[in-house]
């Protein structure tokens, strides 16, 4: 079954969306495999966007993303590493879509609410940097069934 990392980013914490946005996830029909508050360590949130390390904006994303707690999670179901992205919705909040998650919560680029992993790549490597293998957990939900 395929996995996706997402991350609620310190903003979307501090304006109590985790509950919103976990609801979105379950109500779509997404199993909820690990999740925890977290502070990133500079090194953590170096690695984590890495990709990104020779941006102009990597030193201001990674001082943002360790500025307060995050609540990282792994979500698991048909498609979501695509799924996911679209439910978040653009980079930018003032071009996502009405209905996504950005569009419907977020304002500017740089605090823009939730991070999801790009690619089923990226997913894997992401969940390998926040998560054991022994903090998640496999179960079935009934409610699977339907979907
Ligand atoms: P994320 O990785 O956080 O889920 O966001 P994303 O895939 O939609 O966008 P990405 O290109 O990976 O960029 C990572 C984060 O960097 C900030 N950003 N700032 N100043 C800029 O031009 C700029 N471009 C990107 C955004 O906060 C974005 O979420
Ligand atoms: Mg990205």
């Known amino acids: 079954m395929e996995r996706t990392y997402v991350m609620i980013k310190p903003d979307g914490v501090q304006r109590n969306l985790i509950g919103p ?13 690990a999740a925890k508050l977290v502070t990133l360590s500079k090194e953590t949130a170096e690695t984590h966007y890495g990709e990104h390390s020779e941006r102009p904006f990597f030193g201001e994303l990674v001082d943002f993303i360790t500025s307060g707690p995050v609540f990282a999670m792994v979500w698991e179901g048909d498609n979501v590493v695509k799924t996911a992205r679209q439910m978040i919705g653009a980079t930018n ?12 919560y977020a304002v500017q680029l740089s605090m823009n609410v939730i ?26 939900k009934n409610s699977n069934e339907w979907v």
């Open 93 to 104: 909040p003032a071009e996502a879509a009405p209905g996504t998650i950005r569009g419907d």
């Open 21 to 33: 946005i976990v609801s979105r996830f379950e109500q779509k029909g997404f199993t909820l495999t």
């Open 115 to 140: 991070h999801g992993s790009d690619s089923v790549e990226s997913a894997n490597r992401e969940i390998g940097i926040f998560f054991a293998d022994n903090e998640m957990s496999t179960y079935k």
